[in-house]
């Protein structure tokens, strides 16, 4: 465990299900997950496609909801919690970061990162003066003006990066967050992550099927068939510049 966390869970899932209807039968996405993650740690969850890796996340985030089972962050239960209390939760408390970014084409980098600030029910920052904080910090201040469309997709996850943060979460959920770029813009992107967590904090929770990139990672889970089989410490992790795909 890094030297930034500590022993306090901020994610916690206790016999968490979800199970789907595909046509006439039941999918077991997943199969009653244990889990603990603390708090500024930087753990990575590999496994292969239709392992349930971005279901426990969409779960974790408060996006879906479990079909069994109980899902606490930073300590409030929110397995059950309405869509309102939900909302409250991801504004104020997770940070997403999205393969394909999610960014709106229309509105330009400065506009993205304002707005889950404009959003949230506690005002705590400025929000022109806290996203061009966020963007000059990325090193995206000459492109507050530009719109997605106008960005590499390395520049585009940074400003989704500066997005996820604009509210200072203490949680941040990744899904394949480098799948959609060169190497070189990856590299950039999971440096930016560890950077995030060493001077914040910040608990960084990364979904992915490449083995490379969960090495960079403090603790690796390893989820198959909707249920994790293992996780351990990364005692040795490779040079985060040394990033392969």
Excluded: W
């Excluded at 239709?50 to 426990?56: E, Q």
């Excluded at 974790?60 to 939760?89: C, F, H, K, W, Y």
């Excluded at 408390?93 to 709106?104: A, E, R, T, V």
């Excluded at 506009?111 to 506690?122: D, G, S, T, W, Y």
């Amino acid at each position: 465990m890094n030297s930034a966390s500590t022993t306090r869970p901020i994610i916690q899932t206790r016999g968490v299900t979800r199970s789907l209807p595909l046509g006439n039968t039941i999918v077991h996405a997943l199969r009653g997950v244990d889990m603990d993650i603390f708090a500024g740690e930087l753990v990575g969850i590999i496994g292969p496609s239709g392992s349930g890796k971005s279901t426990l996340l969409g779960l974790i985030g408060g996006l879906d909801r479990p079909t069994s089972g109980e899902i606490a962050i930073d300590g409030v239960n929110i397995s059950r919690m309405g869509e309102d209390q939900l909302t409250e939760i991801r504004n104020e408390k997770i940070g997403f970061i999205f393969q394909f970014f999610n960014l709106i084409p229309t509105l330009t980098a400065l506009e993205n990162v304002m707005l889950p600030i404009q959003f949230a029910r506690k005002k705590r920052f400025k929000p022109e003066q806290r996203a061009r904080e966020l963007l000059k910090a990325l090193g995206l201040d000459d492109r507050l003006k530009h719109r997605p469309a106008e960005l590499s997709g390395g520049q585009q996850q940074r400003v989704a990066i500066a997005r996820a943060l604009a509210n200072d979460p203490p949680l941040l959920l990744c899904d394949e967050p480098t799948g959609n770029l060169d190497q070189e813009a990856g590299a950039l992107v999971l440096q930016t992550l560890h950077d995030i967590r060493n001077q914040s904090g910040t608990t960084v929770v990364i979904v992915t099927h490449d083995p490379n990139l969960a090495r960079q990672a403090d603790r690796v889970m390893t989820l198959v068939d909707g249920r994790i089989i293992n996780g351990h410490q990364v005692t040795e992790p490779a040079a985060v510049n040394a990033y392969d795909v």
